[in-house]
Nanobody, 121 residues
Framework: QVQLVESGGGLVHTGGSLRLSCAAS????????MGWYRQAPGNQRELVAS???????NYADSVKDRFTISRDNAKNTVYLQMDSLKPEDTAAYYC???????????????WGQGTQVTVSS
């Protein structure tokens, strides 16, 4: 099993910044893709940004000029730097990791428990 531990959420004013971190723990795994999703009450969970082991990134159009995703493969950690935050960014942010177990090549998909980001006007 792969466990994801998130941190960095909080309350900020419009225009502020936050940096989310997600550390993945698990033995004998290869993590191919890590990403961040968010979900506001009553809304569908949506992809915010993702990054592959080879540093290829993908962003939702609503955040691509304001957010930056990065990862430290040695630490199996993904970060999301969020700048110029807007009230519409308010949501629970969930870390996601996809990969496979090295011994069996069985794929997995893991989710963090979520960290709340609230942007006030």
């Amino acid at each position: 099993q792969v466990q994801l531990v998130e941190s960095g959420g909080g309350l900020v004013h419009t225009g502020g910044s936050l940096r989310l971190s997600c550390a993945a723990s698990g033995r004998f795994v290869s993590i191919n893709v890590m990403g961040w999703y968010r979900q506001a009450p009553g809304n569908q969970r949506e992809l915010v940004a993702s990054i592959t082991r080879g540093e290829m990134t993908n962003y939702a159009d609503s955040v691509k000029d304001r957010f930056t995703i990065s990862r430290d493969n040695a630490k199996n950690t993904v970060y999301l730097q969020m700048d110029s935050l807007k009230p519409e960014d308010t949501a629970a942010y969930y870390c996601n990791a996809e990969g496979y177990y090295l011994t069996t090549r069985t794929t997995f998909r893991s989710w963090g428990q979520g960290t709340q980001v609230t942007v006030s006007s």
